[in-house]
């Protein structure tokens, strides 16, 4: 497929997995990619927004709202649709968070299409990429039917810089996904809001 995009806020390059666990062998990633998101957009004024991706976390509390929506993934033209002009991304490391501005359709110098959502010309919008397992596990707190796979947790802490004791096995999951949600907590929608 060349370019696997996009990038999930959790375990970054979404993938499939078969979990070996039962049969006693070892997990392995089976595929790469998801042709589904679930995107929470934060809409800010325009002087509450935060400059970087890295100003996110400590900005959010001050969005004006937030709209959590699922999103197709078109492969072919690298975008979400409806269009987010999220294929302006895609040929550097903006995205490397998997939290990102929308940046405004620009004929003359944009790779992307139109954005497709209405925005106000007076707020800017900031975006935090979810594939569908990941939002369900860490974002809505669900219980899977299945457990999560040890492979599919150790990308999730490669991805995100955090330790996963593995050698437990099961009993090492429970924790972990704990510390990932907590994590996750402070991407999502602000409670005061």
Request: proline share 7%; charged share 30%; glycine share 6%.
């Amino acid at each position: 497929m060349g370019v696997h995009d996009y990038r999930c806020s959790v375990c970054g390059t979404p993938g499939t997995y078969h979990c070996g666990e039962k049969s006693g062998t070892e997990c392995e990633q089976e595929g790469i990619g998801e042709d589904q998101a679930v995107l929470d957009l934060f809409f800010f004024s325009e002087e509450d927004a935060p400059e970087e991706a890295s100003e996110f976390e400590e900005a959010r509390s001050r969005a004006l709202r937030v709209e959590t929506r699922p999103f197709g993934y078109d492969w072919g033209d690298w975008e979400f649709v409806p269009s987010l002009n999220y294929r302006e991304l895609l040929m550097d490391d903006d995205d490397a968070t998997g939290i990102w501005a929308i940046r405004p359709f620009d004929e003359d110098v944009s790779d992307g299409t139109p954005v497709a959502i209405e925005i106000d010309p007076q707020e800017r919008v900031w975006v935090v990429n979810y594939c569908p397992p990941c939002h369900a596990l860490f974002a809505e707190r669900k219980t899977p039917q299945d457990e999560p796979c040890l492979e599919y947790l150790r990308t999730i802490a490669e991805q995100l810089e955090m330790e996963f004791d593995d050698s437990r096995g099961s009993a090492g999951k429970a924790p972990f996904i704990a510390a990932v949600r907590e994590r996750v907590a402070r991407r999502r929608p602000s409670a005061t809001k």
